[in-house]
């Protein structure tokens, strides 16, 4: 079984950077599309960044295009998300999804979640 969690997230100032983790603590085989998306309070959950199942394909949000990497580890079952000139707009808790088809923009999409990450960047 699927089991996601996050790490990494932390308080910042605008410009520092920060590195997301997620694990399948599970250890489930196989590859997996995974993504990332957050939700500030009072907000809509919003996609950030996806990488298909077989890592040929990476999408991003227009809002943090040349600035955010995803990325794969397949050796550890672990997706990242490299978030650099960071903004107090990027504020929100982060979590990542995992589908063994799906691996795009659309969250109802996808089949696993973590339990997210807080992200707090200070003017």
């Known amino acids: ?10 308080l910042v100032h605008t410009g520092d950077s920060l590195k ?3 694990t399948d603590a599970g250890r489930t085989t ?4 995974m993504g990332w998306f957050r939700q500030s309070p009072g907000k809509e959950r919003e996609f950030v960044a996806a990488v298909s199942r077989s890592g040929d394909t990476l999408t991003y949000a227009d809002s943090v295009k040349r600035r955010f990497t995803i990325s794969k580890d397949n050796f550890v079952n ?3 998300l490299q978030m650099n000139n960071l903004r107090p707009s ?3 808790v982060y979590y990542c999804a ?3 088809i799906y691996g795009g923009r659309d969250s109802m999409k996808y089949d696993y979640w973590g339990q997210g990450t ?4 200070s003017s």
């Open 78 to 80: 672990t997706v990242y």
């Open 30 to 33: 196989g590859s997996y599309g």
């Open 20 to 22: 997301l983790s997620c």
């Open 98 to 100: 995992a589908d063994q």
């Open 90 to 92: 990027d504020t929100a």
């Open 1 to 10: 079984q699927v089991q996601l969690q996050e790490s990494g997230g932390g």
């Open 118 to 121: 807080q992200v707090t960047v």
